[in-house]
Structure formats: structure tokens, C-alpha cells
């Protein structure tokens, strides 16, 4: 199985900063990985594909990038509308399988 | 408008069997597979298998020999049965549409709790 490993496992940021929440694959996933909000008792929603293709009504502000095995999530100007737990997942290969998770806070 | 919709037992005793359904809308179960994925209370997410809009499924190893996954088209449900359940099977358990957009679209969850 592919290992995600995503880091770091909790942020804290101001408003209008930038953060970056990054994931490594275990091998080579081929842009085949995905990027996921969730907001506290709801459902994950997709904010990246491909690795760098933003999803249908997600904020400019959220950008992904990456290659190979390495690859991260970059969100410009924090709002306060992003707080929430974010996730990492290869479509690569089955099983995917998800990074740990990234839990976003306002500082 | 895309849908699915969990449905299931919020209790199960250990050892018993999880039934749950996945009812969809706004697409049909011969253009798109369907994914089941859980996630335990204030943990990760773990993908659990997928049934293939071919009707071709595809486990989680770690699942398998304990995870059944099968669908009715005519109905647009997909049925996730899973035996020999235990505490540590305690998770919200959510069906999600693959396709060329991975997991665009999610079902609200169902909490399943795993407790005599």
C-alpha cells in the first residue's frame, strides 16, 4: 500500500497569512492525489485534483503543487472560513489511501 | 443534482454484522463507482472499497475478508455489509461518487457505534 505522510499534524496562523501543509508519498503517485477540506461535523469536501487543478467553485486562494513523491496544499491570505481539518489522498493506486490530516486554527 | 445518502443502524453489538446503504441520485451506478470510506470519531480517513460502475469491486486488504460491498441499480443503492464488528470499527462511515473527479461528491455520514 502507498504511505501518505502529511505534515504538520496542527497549524496556527494569523488571518491573511499564508500556510502550506505539505504530503509525501511512499512512491511515486503521478499527480494522482487530491486535497480535501473538513469543517467539524461535516463531510470532506474536494478542494484539489491532480495535484494542482482546483475544484469547481473552490477560492483562488487555494492552490496545490507538487510532483513525484512530494507534493503540498497552499493556502494565500487565511480567512477565517478556513479553519477546519485538512487531508491528503492518492488516487494513484488502490487502496487509497489519506495522510493523517492537518487541523487548522486561527491564531 | 448529485446525491447520496447513508442509511444504516447508529448501534451494532460487537461481533455482529453492519448493514448499510447508499442511496444516490442525479447519477447512475452504471456511469460512476461508489467508494465507502469511514473515519472514527476525531481520527483519519480510511478508504474501505469500491464498487466499480461495471459492477467490479475492490477491497481494502485490511478489510476484506470481512467487507462485502453490492448494489441494486434499479433501486440506485449500493449496500456496504461488514461482519465480525468490533469497538475499534466505531467510525462515521460516508459513501462518495469516484469518477474522473475523485470524491467531488460525499454523503452526509452515518455514525455507526460499536457497543454492547
Redesign the interface.
Known sequence: ?IQMTQSPASLSASLGETVTIECRASEDIYNGL?W?QQKPGK????LI?NANSL?TGVPSRFSGSGSGTQYSLKINSLQSEDVASY?C?Q?YD????????TKLEIK | QVQLKESGPGLVQPSQTLSLTCTVSGFSLMDYSV?WVRQPPGK????MGRMKYDGDT?Y???LKSRLSISRDTSKSQVFLKMNSLQTEDTAIY?CTRGGQ????Y????TLVTVSS
Do not use: I, M, R
Request: no cysteine.
Open positions: 500500500d487530491a480535501y463531510s470532506p469536501q474536494l485534483y475544484h487531508f489522498q488516487y488502490y487502496p487509497f489511501t489519506f495522510g493523517s490530516g | 467508494h483519519g480517513l480510511e478508504w475492490y481494502n486488504s485490511a460516508y473527479l475523485p470524491f467531488a460525499w454523503g452526509q455520514g
